[in-house]
């Protein structure tokens, strides 16, 4: 690796934010791809954007299995880096592409055949929003199996110490995404599907951008690479066993906000706008603060690798402090000016009202989100996945009935009960995570960091 790539060495706090900013950007990216996509639709109706958001829950969903490769990508290729080992990083790289490929292809196929039955989970009282969910779906289930093999291909860029490359291609196919909205929704009057096509090209571009650089690339993770190989089958296996809690919990919570969803459709059709349009805003936290933790993976993976123990912790410290403060951001932002930002995204003066109490709600976990963030991701990069696999699954769970006992009629707190669970399970799933590594994890680390250190060591 060359001194820039090397996690292992060097100042912490730049050389994290110089893997972590790119990765970064490349979500803010996305969230601006969202924002702009509700910016338009929302200039059609709440009716639209209601339809994409619900579609958006099945390409959430989708994300579980994708991280069957791309986490995998991230553990093993980041060790393997770090320890020296890149025919072993090559080797896991082929393995977690294997992995996308056959995930992506499988879960589109089930979007496109059971589309209707999808849609119907969430019972919308509107039948021309069911219509429109499902038109959706089946478009942009198109490009998944390309979509599986970007974020994998990105995450062996990031895993080697390379994350503007990805960083760069997502740009570009994000960029030809906004570009192309207004074009296909307007001025084609394609509506809901226009913005569906645009979304395929878009995923597309980024897919071949990043082919063209893992083969071609100056600053590529190997010196030659064969994209589709036959795998060992030893590094399937290890990544899945890895990779399978991180996928088992990313499923679970998206059904379980599915589910949560299905109840705020209860509420009507604007109930859902209301919401997803809230959650966009609301993604400056997890977006931004996952794509810290991704960066974080390949970080602390990289110092796994080379078993540098007191690096780790210190990276742990250093990463908290930084979150806290980006955490303390977000919560000002939601809670004061947060409802002339959602009014600019959906011009109906009911329901900006509206968003104001949703966003102070939301405003109060967003420091603990950060936490479970730094924390979550520092065991994954450590190779733990189980316990934050638990730690999630159990408080998503929680969540849904939390949410149907707080908006029934006995409490008399409508759709404003269901906002209060999301916000009450995610203060959870913050403390027991940070707790769980600081009580745990964090002191088997010291323990190696003070071995290490050790005269003959």
């Not at 994409?52 to 994708?66: D, I, P």
């Not at 090209?201 to 690479?225: D, H, N, W, Y």
């Not at 669970?421 to 745990?440: L, P, Q, R």
Request: glycine share 8%; aromatic share 12%; net charge positive.
């Amino acid at each position: 690796m060359s001194a820039k790539t090397d996690m292992t060495n060097g100042p912490i706090l730049r050389r994290l934010m110089y893997l972590a900013v790119p990765v970064m950007g490349s979500q803010a990216l996305h969230m601006l791809y969202n924002l702009t996509d509700m910016f338009w639709l929302g200039r059609l109706g709440s009716d639209e954007v209601a339809a994409t958001g619900a579609a958006g829950l099945y390409l959430w969903l989708s994300v579980s299995f994708m991280l069957l490769g791309s986490v995998g990508a991230s553990i093993g290729v980041s060790q393997a880096f770090g320890s020296g080992d890149r025919e072993k990083a090559k080797s896991l790289a082929h393995a977690a592409l294997a992995i996308s490929a056959v995930s992506g292809t499988a879960f589109a196929l089930t979007m496109v055949l059971f589309r209707s039955q999808m849609v119907g989970f969430f019972h919308f009282r509107e039948e021309h929003v069911a219509k429109l969910t499902e038109n959706y779906l089946m478009i942009v289930a198109l490009p998944i199996p390309l979509t599986y093999i970007s974020a994998t291909l990105g995450a062996v860029f990031t895993a080697s110490g390379n994350s503007r490359t990805p960083f760069v291609c997502n740009a570009v196919g994000t960029g030809l995404n906004i570009l192309l909205d207004p074009i296909f929704i307007f001025s084609l009057k394609l509506g809901v599907q226009g913005a569906a096509y645009a979304t395929v090209i878009g995923q597309a571009a980024v897919f071949t951008i990043l082919v063209c650089f893992i083969k071609f690339g100056k600053k590529r993770p190997f010196e030659s690479m064969r994209l589709f190989t036959a795998p060992k089958w030893n590094g399937i296996a290890w990544i899945v066993r890895k990779t399978l809690p991180v996928g088992a919990e990313s499923f679970l919570f998206t059904f379980l906000v599915m589910a949560t969803s299905r109840r705020e459709t209860f509420f009507g059709a604007d109930a859902m706008a209301l919401s997803r349009v809230g959650s966009q805003i609301e993604s400056l936290t997890w977006l931004i603060g996952g794509a810290f933790g991704s960066a974080l993976i390949s970080f602390v993976g990289q110092n796994r690798g080379a078993r540098k123990w007191k690096r780790i912790d210190d990276t742990y410290r250093i990463a908290s402090a930084a979150m806290l403060c980006y955490g303390a951001f977000v919560t000002l932002l939601l809670a004061v000016p947060g409802k002339h930002i959602f009014g600019f995204f959906l011009p109906d003066p009911v329901l900006t009202e509206r968003s104001a109490a949703y966003l102070r709600i939301l405003a109060v976990c967003q420091i603990p989100m950060c936490l479970e963030a730094v924390s979550s991701n520092t065991l994954r990069g450590l190779g733990k996945t189980v316990p934050p696999a638990v730690i999630n699954t159990t408080c998503h769970i929680i969540r849904v009935p939390l949410a149907y006992f707080l908006s029934s009629d006995m409490l008399e707190l409508g759709l404003t009960g269901v906002w209060i669970a999301v916000s009450i399970s995610a203060c959870m799933k913050g403390i027991w995570s940070y707790s769980w590594y600081v009580f745990t994890e964090r002191r088997k680390t010291l323990r190696n960091a003070a071995h290490a250190a050790e005269p003959g060591d």
